[in-house]
């Protein structure tokens, strides 16, 4: 079946470093996929998608590009901030029948310090 | 728009208690979802549903229930509470099948 497999966190930075948070997928078909963010406290944000093969999502300064020959969509960031200290979820979504699902991998843990 | 809410935010069961959480959507969203969310675990699928009148199990449905008689609302069922439902709950919704919006959650504890 469908799998994500994220870094393990978790990850701690100071304010300013760059960030990259790996993530590898395993599907059968041509999935689409996600980055979610969770605050404390908070449910899941949607933080950028990429739908197909070398589309590349971006919001916030974050950037994920799609590479089907590597299976993987790593999440980067040139500079990070105390305020993107969250929980970070890699995730795919096939159709199967009349709806699609998400497979999440198990999240990373991003702290930013000053 | 509130967007999806979820109630109660916490709540403790004993076991063999009953309980339902709530869901509701102001989106108009065809699509709905429960997981549940384990501490250092990704979110599990129990339950969705792709319009009213019409739900289908996840990857882990055993010991739940829904329910889809409104478009806004999709309610999930815990019958009889055991410690291996000890978990944070959310509801998503999306209005494509792929985009979904999530709830703040319910945390559960099943003592």
């Known amino acids: 079946g469908d799998s994500v497999t994220q870094m393990e966190g978790p990850v701690t930075l100071s304010e300013e470093a760059f960030l990259t948070i790996n993530c590898t997928y395993t599907a059968t078909g041509y999935p689409s996929l996600f980055w979610y963010v969770q605050y404390p406290g908070e449910g899941l944000q949607l933080l950028l998608k990429a739908t197909k093969a070398d589309d590349k999502g971006s919001n916030k300064g974050f950037e994920a590009t799609y590479r089907k020959e590597t299976t993987s969509f790593h999440l980067e960031k040139g500079s990070v901030q105390v305020s993107d200290s969250a929980v970070y979820f890699c995730a795919l979504s096939e159709r199967t029948g009349t709806a699609s699902k998400l497979t999440f991998g198990t999240g990373t843990r991003l702290q930013v310090t000053l | 728009n509130a967007g999806v809410t979820q109630t109660p935010k916490f709540r403790i069961l004993k076991i063999g208690q009953s309980m339902t959480l709530q869901c509701t959507q102001d989106?108009?969203?065809?699509?709905m979802y429960w997981y549940r969310q384990d501490p250092g675990m990704g979110l599990k699928l129990i339950y969705y549903?792709?319009?009213?009148?019409?739900?289908d199990k996840g990857e882990v449905p055993n010991g739940y229930n829904v329910s889809r008689s409104t478009t806004e609302d999709f309610p999930l069922r815990l019958e009889l509470a055991a410690p291996s439902q000890t978990s944070v709950y959310f509801c998503?919704?999306?209005?494509?099948?792929?985009?979904?919006?999530f709830g703040p959650g319910t945390r559960l504890t099943v003592t």
């Open positions: 989106m108009n969203h065809n699509y």
């Open positions: 998503a919704s999306s209005y494509s099948s792929f985009e979904q919006y």
């Open positions: 549903s792709v319009g009213a009148g019409i739900t």
